[in-house]
Nanobody, 121 residues
């Protein structure tokens, strides 16, 4: 059984920083793309950042220059450093990993449980 466990959310004032972590537990799997999504109240879930196995990254325009995604392949973990936070960054943040189980052909999406990030002005 593969599970993603997130940590690191919280409440900060505008201009502050937070670091999110997400780690996959279990065994006998490989991870391709790791990503962070967020969903604000009344809005659709949106992609915030993603990173490939070789370290290539992609960011939503709204977070470029403020957020940094990274990964540790040995720990099966992804991180997102969020700086210069703004009230509009308030949302539930979800990690998403594309995982292929041993003896399976295809990758499928796994999601973390979500962690609340609240930024006050």
């Amino acid at each position: 059984q593969v599970q993603l466990v997130e940590s690191g959310g919280g409440s900060v004032q505008a201009g502050g920083s937070l670091r999110l972590s997400c780690a996959a537990s279990g065994s006998d799997f490989s991870i391709n793309v790791m990503a962070w999504y967020r969903q604000a109240p009344g809005k659709e879930r949106e992609l915030v950042a993603q990173i490939t196995r070789d370290g290539s990254t992609n960011y939503a325009d709204s977070v470029k220059g403020r957020f940094t995604i990274s990964r540790d392949n040995k720990k099966n973990a992804a991180y997102m450093q969020m700086n210069s936070l703004e009230p509009q960054d308030t949302a539930v943040y979800y990690c998403n990993f594309a995982i292929r189980r041993l003896f399976r052909r295809n990758y499928r999406d796994y999601w973390g449980q979500g962690t609340q990030v609240t930024v006050s002005s």
